[in-house]
Each structure stands twice: as C-alpha cells, then as structure tokens.
C-alpha cells in the first residue's frame, strides 16, 4: 500500500468515525461503508442469485448449482427465437425489498439512490459479465425530455453513472435519445406496448463498427422498450450488446424454487 493509499484509507476511517454508515434501506449502522446495504437487505431481495436465461432474464425453472450453467443457460424461448441483444444480467425480481428500492429511485429525488443501487448492482456483476474485454459504451435507456422533467431526472441515468464509476467504463447518456414522448408501458397490453415505442429512438452520436455496448435500465418487463432501443444501437453499429438491469418484473412475485 502506497503513502497515498493509507492517507485515502486513514480518512475514509476517519469519515466513518464521524459519520458512521448506515444500511440506505433499514438504516442500521454498518461496520463499514464497503456496501450500502445491511446483509439482511441484501440477502431480502427477491430473485437473487437465481440460474437465468441469459439471453431473456427468465429464471430457470431447474436451478443447477454451478456458476458455468448461469453463464451457458438458455431457454427453449430464445433457443427458438433469441432477442436481438446478445445477453442480459439481472439482479434479481421486481418484488419486495427491489420494488421499493426501485420506486425510491424513482421519485423525484430519487437521483442519488439510483446511484447508489447502480454502485451496488456494478460490484455484485459476475466476474466474466460482459463477456467481452472492451466496452464502448453504457447507454441508459432515455425517458423523453418532459418526463425527464416531470421527475427532475431519469432513474436509468443514475444507475448507469454508479455503474460507470465503479467499473471505469465510459458512459454515453446523449448519444440514443427518444424523439416523441410515449404512453405508459405499464398501463397497456404486451402489443400496444410494442406500437408504442416503435421508432421512438434516434442516434445522434458518432457511427461504431463492431461496438460493445451495455443498455441500462430499471425494470425488464415485456421488453418492448430496450427491443427499440437496441434495434436503434444496432442501426449506429454495435454488434454486441448486453442489458443490464436491476429487476425483472413478470417473474412471478413468489419465486416457486429455491434460491442458491
Ligand atoms: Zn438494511
Ligand atoms: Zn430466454
């Protein structure tokens, strides 16, 4: 450990000492400020940890115990017709302890928390995600200027600025935006949820050839939203993209399998 390494680790105990941390969702005190949750929190989240589909999210409905079959799994869905990203790492499931986390970054100041759960979701990727060496870009999925507006931010953005920080990689926030404001995806049907974000996005940044990108985003639902997104990636050259995103939303609320 170099001098300037023990003065960082020397202040950052100091700061604790001052300000000792605590866990951003129960508020219990923290032996230290490694992450911002407690364990119990962590270890609360619904879907964590499960054997996914790597190209859709979908859980496994046999959970092996190898960290290869969460690597390699694919499901007959995708095996017939895979979506047009190359993979995809959720977190966990919109359930729960993530369901309130999730509506928290999205609140009005939600801004910091999105950050902060971004942090969180970077240092818990596997060791092998993506799995490529360089990535080009990490694209949060835009929200249109008035609903951007309308929250003071975009929770996406959040997330992809504390996954940024932690991994070094660059982040694009301007390059893929919406051009016209759309309804809410919640509020309508897998179709009409397709018809509505069809040509939505526009790519006002420089061409890539053979890019790398990673799309950020809260909530994977129907994926009709990050589908146009990455058809719009697709079109600027990225070749590889992966999504990554905090939670599922159509797993089942409860998990009918163990967790590892
Ligand atoms: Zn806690
Ligand atoms: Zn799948």
Same mark, same amino acid.
Do not use: Y
């Given at each position: 450990?170099?001098? +300037?390494?023990?003065?960082?680790? +020397? $202040?950052?105990?100091?700061?604790?000492?001052?300000?000792?941390?605590k866990c951003h969702s129960c508020g219990l005190l923290l032996p230290d400020s490694i992450n911002p949750f407690c364990h119990s929190c962590i270890e609360s989240i619904p879907g964590r940890g499960l054997v996914r589909c790597h190209r859709c999210g979908n859980p496994n409905p046999i959970q092996p115990d190898t960290e290869s079959a969460t690597l390699e799994h694919i499901c007959p869905i995708c095996l017939q017709k895979p979506p047009i990203w190359e993979s995809v790492f959720c977190f966990g499931s919109y359930d729960g302890i993530l369901?309130? !986390? +999730?509506?928290?970054?999205?609140?009005?100041?939600?801004?910091?928390?999105?950050?902060?759960?971004?942090?969180?979701?970077? $240092? *818990?990727?596997?060791?092998r995600f993506p799995p490529w060496e360089r990535v080009d870009a990490v694209i949060p999925v835009p929200r249109h200027w008035t609903?951007? !507006?309308w929250l003071g931010h975009n929770p996406a953005e959040g997330l992809a600025r504390g996954i940024c920080g932690i991994k070094g990689w660059p982040l694009d926030r301007f390059s893929l935006f919406r051009n016209r404001a759309t309804r809410k995806q919640s509020d309508l049907t897998? *179709?009409?949820?397709?018809?509505?974000?069809?040509? $939505?996005?526009? !790519?006002?940044g420089l061409k890539f050839k053979e890019g790398k990108a990673i799309l950020v985003d809260d909530i994977l639902t129907t994926g009709a939203t990050v589908r146009e997104c990455a058809? #719009?990636?697709?079109?600027?050259?990225? #070749?590889?993209? #992966? +999504?990554?995103v905090i939670a599922q939303g159509k797993t089942l609320t409860t998990v009918p399998f163990e967790t590892r």
């Open positions: 450990m170099g001098k +300037l390494d023990i003065w960082k680790s +020397l $202040a950052a105990s100091l700061g604790d000492l001052i300000f000792p941390p369901r309130e !986390w +999730l509506l928290l970054q999205k609140g009005r100041r939600g801004e910091w928390f999105a950050e902060i759960l971004g942090r969180f979701f970077a $240092a *818990n990727l596997p060791i609903k951007k !507006w897998p *179709n009409q949820r397709k018809r509505n974000v069809r040509g $939505a996005f526009a !790519w006002r058809k #719009t990636l697709k079109s600027a050259g990225f #070749t590889q993209i #992966t +999504l990554c």
